[in-house]
Nanobody, 125 residues
Framework: QVQLVESGGGLVQAGGSLRLSCAAS????????GAWFRQAPGKEREFVAG????????YYTDSVKGRFTISTDNAKSTMFLQMNSLKPEDTASYYC??????????????????WGQGTQVTVSA
């Protein structure tokens, strides 16, 4: 199973920026699609952004379009989520995930089999 380790969370004021990183074993992102999810207290885990590195297709949930950018490093061993113009409603634990297969599997958490431990993002008003 692919091992994933997130980093980069923290406390930031509204309007600020953070960059999350997700280091993957086995250079997983060269073969499998990746995604970022988030989960706020008392809420279900929700899809934020995802990409199939093999097809180049990128996906975002509507609430982050134009503010967040998903990417990888050249080796496709680390996935990033650049978050700009952060809002208090972006506050959540953020998780990276890896799917299986060639195509992006979907926007449900159950579509992804490997998960990181999560990193907390807190945006103050």
């Amino acid at each position: 199973q692919v091992q994933l380790v997130e980093s980069g969370g923290g406390l930031v004021q509204a309007g600020g920026s953070l960059r999350l990183s997700c280091a993957a074993s086995e250079r997983a992102f060269t073969r499998f699609p990746g995604a970022w999810f988030r989960q706020a207290p008392g809420k279900e885990r929700e899809f934020v952004a995802g990409m199939s590195w093999t097809t180049g297709n990128v996906y975002y949930t509507d609430s982050v379009k134009g503010r967040f950018t998903i990417s990888t490093d050249n080796a496709k061993s680390t996935m990033f989520l650049q978050m700009n113009s952060l809002k208090p409603e972006d506050t959540a634990s953020y998780y990276c995930a890896v799917g299986s297969g060639y195509y992006f599997p979907g926007r449900q958490a159950t579509d992804f089999g490997s998960w990181g431990q999560g990193t907390q993002v807190t945006v103050s008003a």
